[in-house]
């Protein structure tokens, strides 16, 4: 019965901020139309229609505000008016009562918060949909940001999820699409990404490894956490001091060199996903900032770690292979990699594929971030993977998303940006660096300590393989005797049947014989 009151509370939010007038608004058939003129009777909808969304959004709990914070960054796919008040998700959820934070901080430590800061400031620097964040002094002087986790988030998530699990039955069971989507896979990912970032500690951990990830790469900051104030609910970390990355003119203003900053942004991008397998999978601009600290300047500071996308050494090769390949025009290459891999059925014409991704690609490649759309080409794979039945990979699905957040970012940032060159050559060392006499060394330090024990032991064991033969080894044996048993004894039959035939067929003659 919950269920069914949060479906309700999302039907009754749907209706008062005309969400469904915004969905169908769109829809140029003409019953469409007239039943968005039905819906809307005796509705005021006064508001301005980016208004209303983001109201709705918000009302609608952290999901909504999540899909939210996506769609702000694709201001190439929304009106002007959705994506500015979109972008007002990023870090401007309304928040809850500082009374309230202060309780669930001591409650995490068991100490009153004067015992715990020198100072606390009680006006939150930044809300979310998930937590919100307050600055504070520790006694010894540090400063520090102080992440609280909203209460009651998890029966709100759980019921959310509850709907999308079942709505996601039924596009697989009424789509045809559905089986190729796997709408139940991307749900439950959803649902993994979303319950770790309601355990603070996780995304604590989270932070830690991608600052030693990032730590000799110097273009990124990462802050450091304090481990002893750091809980599930409330987590403790170092204050980074700089400006929005979204306020490119204060940037300019304060020296930044913008070009090099979304350049830079790429780099780290890759880094992260080829290079480390582990990449920061929520970064909007309410969540990168930039330093103008003398001794960091222009290097960015990456904040809110609850979702980080991970990527096994298979996923990793084979998506570099295909983006060399979309940056080199290997077409046919591109196509053989969707067959090799088993996302589209084997029968699949190389040819056919080929052609097809062409089309999609080629218009867009010697072209600057301003003139192409990420987001229109991944539309159009969308809609030939639909035509060859391309499976879509679960696993990558935070990849995509963060893909799309990157280029509205050097969208926002330098719309003369080439995304294609500047990736190359990154791209194409690593792939050096992983099939070359580098990737080779590197991979025999790796197996080092295995060889140190196993080489002192190989005579030893090589002595015991030849010398004493393996159970295994005996069972098989054993069996294969037994097979030339029945063999034989299959054969003997045989024989003496072709002979009493034989015997047969001689008797027969000379009985004829004599008869004659």
């Not at 046919?332 to 067959?339: C, D, S």
């Amino acid at each position: 019965m919950r269920h069914v009151g949060r479906l309700i509370f999302i039907c009754v939010t749907v209706l008062r901020y005309g969400l469904d007038e915004l969905a169908l608004s769109s829809f140029r058939q003409r019953w469409v139309r007239a039943l968005v003129r039905v819906l809307t009777i005796g509705r005021r909808l006064d508001l301005p229609r980016g208004v209303r969304l983001r109201l709705g959004l918000e009302r609608l709990g952290p999901i909504f505000v999540k899909f939210g914070q996506v769609m702000s960054t694709r201001r190439d796919l929304l009106p002007p008016d959705y994506a500015e008040e979109l972008a007002k998700l990023q870090d401007r959820v309304p928040p809850f009562p500082a009374a309230q934070s202060r309780a669930l901080i001591e409650k995490a430590f068991g100490k009153p918060i004067d015992e715990i800061f020198a100072s606390f400031d009680a006006e939150p620097v930044a809300s979310a949909s998930i937590a919100q964040v307050h600055f504070a002094t520790l006694k010894d002087g540090r400063e520090v940001a102080v992440k609280v986790l909203r209460p009651g988030m998890l029966d709100v998530i759980d019921d959310d999820l509850t709907l999308m699990r079942t709505l996601a039955v039924w596009v697989e069971r009424l789509s045809v699409d559905g089986k190729r989507l796997k709408p139940r896979e991307v749900v439950a990912e959803f649902d993994n990404y979303l319950h770790d970032e309601l355990d603070l500690v996780r995304e604590a951990s989270n932070a830690a490894q991608l600052r030693r990830n990032m730590e000799d790469l110097r273009l990124v900051m990462v802050p450091e956490m304090i481990w002893d104030l750091c809980t599930q609910g409330v987590i403790v970390m170092e204050r980074m001091k700089g400006l929005p990355i979204s306020q490119v003119d204060r940037l300019r203003e304060a020296g930044v060199d913008i070009k090099k900053l979304a350049r830079d942004g790429v780099t780290i991008f890759f880094t992260q996903v080829f290079r480390d397998g582990f990449f920061h999978a929520d970064m909007h601009p309410g969540n990168i900032q930039v330093s103008v600290a003398p001794a960091t300047f222009g290097r960015y500071i990456a904040l809110d770690f609850g979702i980080v996308g991970t990527l096994t050494e298979f996923d990793k090769e084979y998506l570099a292979q295909n983006f060399i390949a979309f940056f080199r025009r290997d077409y046919k290459r591109v196509a053989e990699l969707h067959v090799e891999s088993g996302w589209v059925p084997p029968e699949t014409r190389v040819d056919a594929l080929e052609g097809a991704i062409r089309a999609v690609c080629e218009p867009h490649f010697d072209r600057p971030l301003k003139d192409i759309s990420l987001g229109q080409v991944l539309l159009r794979l969308f809609q030939t993977s639909r035509r060859f039945n391309v499976e879509i990979q679960p696993q990558l699905v935070l990849l995509q998303k963060t893909l799309l957040n990157v280029e509205g970012l050097g969208r926002e940032l330098d719309p003369d940006l080439d995304l294609w060159n500047t990736a190359k050559p990154f791209l194409e060392r690593w792939m050096n660096d992983q099939i070359g006499w580098r990737g080779l060394a590197e991979r025999l330090k790796n197996e080092a300590p295995r060889y140190v024990q196993l080489l002192p032991e190989l005579p030893r064991l090589v002595h015991q393989a030849l010398t004493r033969p393996r159970a295994s080894d005996t069972r098989v044996l054993e069996a294969l005797l037994e097979e030339q048993r029945r063999s034989n004894r299959w054969l003997l039959a045989l024989t003496a049947s072709l002979i009493g035939f034989a015997a047969g067929a001689l008797l027969v003659l000379v009985l004829l014989r004599w008869q004659a």
